[in-house]
């Protein structure tokens, strides 16, 4: 019976030492509690992913190389497998490195390099070739990472190399409907290769990117046989049974978030990650009695504590009184502390001054921006003067049509929900207040409102958020073109409208914070516009 010890663990981009420390740590603590014969950390766990340029410095390449030999000293009596980039010939792999006994014994070189979408490894790294096959107690183990396991060849080569068991390291982030995909993969995998298969993936937030953990493993019939937390740290323990030649079930068998359940926990450790790496001392959110905010300040909640979260009211004269009474409600239900700064005399202020330069203009979008603004800079003055991050409340929907005021509630270091559709929001605010009701029902039920002008209502701008969000979820996440979206029911001077929004809004998405991904196409590097183009002279094409 051969004993291997799965480590699902949240890795600092660029802290190789501290990775390095926190290998040798759980090195050290699995083996004091329940021995194992190997220990396997995810794809470039000592990097942690995705480096990006750090790897082209000659600082990096050092760091690693001496990490390596520690990590090396502490597989003593054991076989340890752990993810990091090797520097060769002038060349960089991303590499699975087999350590036994504090010798390096073999190396894998990961051979399908993603170039799409979020992924960019053909810019750094060198793909492999050959197969590795190393041996455990007699039994023969291949090795294949993440994107390997998505093609035949790399797992047929191992088999020919007479592998009776495939560990397959990941750094795979989360998209919705991820790990679906992944049990299928392996299963296709499986199905070819008749071989048991481990799948390793890191967690945790890494600026857009956030990594849901979810790892498992299936035997030779296709059958999951564990499965690790999704959006925490674990270890799982497996058996291989070398008789039956088949990983054996473990009582460890997580039964892990769905749907709008894991979309929760993955927008909340996004967060909790991007602020405690960055070693702000906490959050600050702007509320506006709305919806959006709402959602924002209970995920901060979630993330990082109440007491560590800073809720700010700045109403105008357009504020309602509706809105006053439901944001200092949220406030207290969550128990944040809670604060008022009222921006009329700011904008009174501001109207002094420009008085001259606009004489004979009307009020428009100009004076409603310039509140947003004011809300802006007195965020951020409290983060300046107190160390909490400004955390922005816009969503997907806004930000594609540019329903945003630059400077203004775009203002922020983190933007939770860039990726998430208005009609996402009210799920997961419906979700939220099943674990504890503190969204008030009024939020969730009144009619979205920037409240920047009188009796102002999104809609007044912006179709329908149903038909808004679907028509963008064609347009942006699966780019079809004006015609096809038509064709699918939807009113031809609407989409139209929709699509001007998105391409003429470009520049403002540029400017926008980050913010973590969680569908199949977001905004920021993972979908890659021009701001400056003749593409809308052509939208019917589009």
Not at 104 to 119: D, I, M, R, T
Not at 240 to 262: C, M, P, T, V
Not at 417 to 432: G, I, N, P, T
Request: glycine share 6%.
């Amino acid at each position: 019976m051969i004993k291997i010890a799965l480590a699902q663990l949240d890795f600092l981009v660029g802290d190789i030492e501290g990775n390095c420390d926190k290998i040798i740590d759980q090195i050290t603590e699995i083996q004091s509690q329940s021995p194992v014969d190997c220990i396997v950390f995810s794809e470039l766990a000592l990097s942690a992913y995705p480096p990006e340029d750090l790897l082209f410095r000659l600082g990096f390449q050092q760091r690693i190389e001496r990490s390596i030999a520690n990590i090396q000293a502490a597989s003593k009596g054991l076989t340890v497998v752990v993810g990091t980039p090797w520097f060769q010939d002038g060349a960089i792999y991303n590499s699975a490195l087999v350590m036994q006994d504090q010798r390096l014994h073999a190396k894998y070189f990961k051979h399908c390099l993603p170039n799409y979408n979020v992924f960019d490894e053909k810019r750094y790294f060198t793909p492999g070739n050959e197969a590795c096959v190393f041996s455990i107690n007699n039994c023969s183990v291949g090795i294949t990472i993440c994107e390997d396991i998505w093609s035949p060849q790399p797992i047929a080569q191992a088999k020919q190399q007479h592998a009776e068991l495939i560990i397959n390291i990941n750094a795979s982030p989360y998209h919705i409907d991820k790990h679906k995909e992944r049990l299928t993969t392996l299963c296709m995998r499986g199905v070819e290769s008749q071989l048991p298969i481990i799948y390793l993936n890191q967690v945790g937030g890494q600026d857009e990117l956030v990594f849901d953990g979810c790892s498992f493993a299936i035997n030779k019939n296709q059958q999951a046989v564990c499965r690790a937390l999704s959006c925490a740290e674990d270890t799982l323990i497996l058996e291989y049974d070398q008789q039956q030649q088949d990983l054996l079930k473990s009582d460890r068998f997580h039964n892990q978030a769905e749907g709008i359940a894991l979309n929760y926990q993955v927008l909340t450790l996004a967060l909790q990650d991007y602020v405690k790496k960055n070693h702000f001392q906490g959050g600050l959110v702007g509320l506006s009695g709305g919806i959006d905010s709402a959602l924002v300040l209970a995920l901060a909640v979630d993330a990082l504590g109440a007491d560590k979260v800073h809720a700010v009211m700045m109403p105008s004269k357009y504020t309602s009184d509706m809105s006053l009474q439901d944001a200092e409600a949220l406030a207290s239900n969550l128990g944040v502390k809670y604060s008022v700064i009222e921006i009329e005399p700011l904008m009174s202020a501001f109207e002094t001054s420009l008085s001259e330069l606009f004489v004979d203009t009307n009020k428009d979008a100009t004076e409603e921006n310039i509140q947003s603004r004011i809300r802006g800079t007195l965020l951020m003055a409290l983060s300046n003067k107190f160390g909490s991050m400004v955390i922005a409340t816009g969503n997907k929907s806004e930000m594609a049509v540019g329903y945003a005021t630059l400077y203004g509630d775009m203002a922020g270091g983190y933007a939770p929900l860039k990726d998430v559709a208005k009609m996402m929001v009210y799920e997961l605010c419906e979700y939220r207040n099943t674990l504890s009701e503190d969204i008030p029902r009024r939020i969730i039920e009144r009619s979205p409102s920037a409240e920047l002008a009188p009796d102002q209502v999104d809609e007044d701008s912006l179709p329908p958020y149903p038909v808004l969000d679907k028509i963008l979820q064609m347009f942006v996440e699966q780019d079809a073109t004006m015609e096809q979206i038509i064709a699918e029911g939807f009113d031809e001077e609407t989409v139209a409208k929709v699509i001007k929004m998105v391409f003429h809004n470009e520049y403002k998405r540029r400017q926008a914070p980050p913010g973590v991904k969680i569908t199949q196409r977001a905004f920021g590097k993972d979908r890659r516009y021009p701001m400056t183009s003749g593409v809308l002279k052509y939208s019917k094409n589009c």
